[in-house]
Structure formats: C-alpha cells, structure tokens
C-alpha cells in the first residue's frame, strides 16, 4: 500500500484512470505513451495497468494532425475552430494485440451519419448525387465530402449548388466538392451533365440517385412525359445508362438509389399483369400527385433490382433504399396541403440536421459490402 500510495495510485477508482501528475499522449503514428510531469520521464505503458496501446480508426471529420516547431502533434478542429495537444481519438484506443470482435457492428433508425462513416477513409473516391444541394442530399454530400470523398452536387439550380458547396467548405477548406447543373426533367440536360463529366477524366465509385419531385401539379417536361415520372425515375435511369462504362471502368462501383416504403401502395400493371405505360406518364385527367409518386419510386425499385442483376457480375452493385418513414425535409414544398402536414408531424419526425439523422445512403453502401469500396 506504501508503494501504491507513493506512485500516487491509492485514490483511483479504475484501472485506466491516471495518477495524478500523468498526462496521455499519442505519437504521429498513433501510438500511446505516458508523460510523468513529476519525474519528467515517459513511458509506452499505461502507469497503473501496464498495457501498451494506440488510438484506433481515423480522426473524426472536420480534424487535422499537424507538428509543431518542436515536433510535437497537435491537432486541429476546424469546425469549432480550435486546437488541442489532445488526440480526439483517445477515447477510442485498443490494446496492443486486441482481440478480434466476434460480432459485428448494429446500426438502426436512431444512428447518425457520423456513427455510420466512423474511421471510414474514403480519400480517392468519386461520388456524384443529385438532389444535393437540400435536404437529405444535401447531408449526404456533406458527410461523405468531409470523410475525404471527391463528391459532385448534380442540382437543377448551379447557384443553389454553389451555395451547397461553400457551407460544406465552411466545414472543413479541404473538402473535395464542387457543384454541377443536371436538371433531371430535361434529358438533354441529363446528357449534357454526363459529357461534362466525362470530359474530366475521373472514376466514379458511387452514383446516388436522390432528387425528386413530391406532390407537383401535373404538368409535362420538355420531353413530353410528365414530370413526376421523368425526375423521378426516367431522368435517374437515363444518367445511369450514360455512366455505365464509367461505373464499369471503375470497379468495385455502385448505384444507390433513393426509394420509398411508398412504392407498395401502387400498381403498375393493366389487368392483364402487363405493364400498362400509360400509368407511368398519365394524362391531366387520370393524374394523382400522391399515386404518380408512388409509381415513380416502385420504377425506382424495379430498376434497382435489375441493374444489380445485369451489372454486378462486372463490379458494379445497385440499392434502393428508403429513407425512413416523414423524414422533414422540403420535398413537401409543392403544395400547400402537404407542407401544413409535414409541419403538423415535424414534432414526431427525423431532422435534416439532428445529430439523430440516420444517413441511409451511407448505411445502405457501407453496410452492403462496404469493404469492398
């Protein structure tokens, strides 16, 4: 007890907690070693417990390890614009030779994004979704661009995307974004997105298809289909057809494409059991906004589905996801009705920016053979 009481231990309450006058600290590499401030000496094993260990994962977004004049790490915040001598992963460390975990990570409704993409380093990976200047989109961009993701805001509105780009950038002046026009009810738009992007010469690893149209009026595209159904599905089903050979070319790629738990309240087949086309882009007068949705996100499943099964035997893998169930974004913004609704559910609702928000297309990709990405 003499010994313990000496070394400043007789007081502590756990094995990991440190004696007075110790300070924790990490190498460049990640290891952890131990500064006696009293004696001034160090050590690579814990003072009380004896074990040696090192920091896992990567640091969280928005942090950067720089050196000091004296070639001590530091790190650096740039969110909350700060700095700290205190590695932020400290609280994550692992032993020396830990043991292999038997089961494997859950996640459900209630995990955030940053819990989903954890110690996920998607530097060199090329990602484009559309719709990403708002809302669901809008989040995804952000997390996978400050995860160190090259990411590409395909949005109707460029001001609106550039808008998107600098508050991501004012995350972290490293993210890797940029915003370019696709206006998904023009298919000539949709072509013209796909050469420009072409013409810059990079991979692509992931496609998110995610901007829709909810409760519009009926109205037609310059295409001649009406809009519903040409944004949600045809405009998506054309870009991906256009970027085929560059999702092939940089395999393992893949193709997530926003659904929705809707898709099961419809049909698309006459009475027949043939598909009946005139139920896709529908006249004014057998138009229903909510009905034209859902058939848009029942096109998206099936589409899904056999785009997996023609292009996964080549490295390319497609999902469709839902979203989760009244997530309050602005897709309700078309008409009156449905934004006194979602205003009356908000209460009881996921939030865009509730550290709460699951982020489904990061769960859907990284829990789905994420590895191999």
């Known amino acids: 007890m003499a010994a313990l009481k000496y070394a400043g231990l007789e007081d502590t309450d756990s094995e990991e907690e440190l004696p ?40 969280p977004y928005g942090w950067e390890q720089e050196t000091d004049e004296n070639g001590q790490v530091y790190f650096v915040d740039h969110i909350n614009k700060r700095t700290t001598y205190l590695d932020p992963r400290l609280a994550f460390t692992v032993e020396d030779n830990p043991v292999k975990p038997t089961t494997r990570q859950k996640y459900d409704g209630n995990s955030t994004a940053m819990e989903i993409l954890q110690g996920r380093d998607l530097s060199g990976k090329v990602v484009i979704i559309t719709g990403a200047n708002s809302g669901i989109g809008f989040e995804t961009a952000k997390s996978l661009a400050l995860h160190g993701a090259c990411v590409i805001l395909a949005c109707r509105s460029l001001a609106r995307g550039e808008d998107a780009v600098q508050r991501i950038l004012g995350e972290w002046h490293k993210a890797k974004v940029e915003a370019m026009t696709l206006d998904l009810a023009s298919l000539q738009s949709v072509q013209h997105f796909a050469e420009e992007f072409k013409s ?171 590895d191999s990405l």
């Not at 600290?25 to 160090?42: F, I, M, P, Q, S």
Request: hydrophobic letters at 40%; aromatic letters at 12%; a positive charge.
């Open 20 to 59: 007075p006058g110790w300070e924790e600290r990490t190498t460049k590499d990640g290891w952890v070693y131990y500064a006696n401030h009293l004696e001034e000496k160090t050590q690579w094993e814990h003072p009380k417990s004896g074990k040696r260990k090192r920091v896992a994962g990567d640091l």
């Open 200 to 370: 810059k010469n990079l991979p692509l690893h992931i496609l998110i298809c995610n901007a829709a149209v909810f409760g519009v009026p009926w109205s037609l595209t310059e295409d001649g289909l009406e809009s519903t159904f040409q944004v949600n599905h045809l405009g998506h089903f054309y870009l991906v057809q256009l970027l085929e050979d560059v999702l092939r070319q940089s395999s393992p790629a893949r193709v997530v494409v926003v659904s929705s738990e809707s898709h099961r309240f419809t049909e698309i087949n006459d009475s027949s059991g043939k598909l009946d086309f005139s139920l896709l882009s529908p006249s004014k007068k057998e138009y229903w906004a909510m009905l034209a949705y859902n058939r848009s996100k029942l096109c998206n499943i099936l589409f899904s589905n056999e785009l997996n099964r023609r292009l996964s035997a080549h490295g390319v893998t497609s999902n469709a996801v839902h979203p989760g169930n009244m997530i309050y974004s602005s897709i309700h913004r078309s008409w009156w009705v449905y934004t006194l609704l979602f205003t009356l559910a908000r209460p009881f609702t996921k939030s865009m920016v509730s550290e709460r928000l699951k982020l489904f297309c990061a769960s859907s990709f990284f829990r789905i053979g994420a």
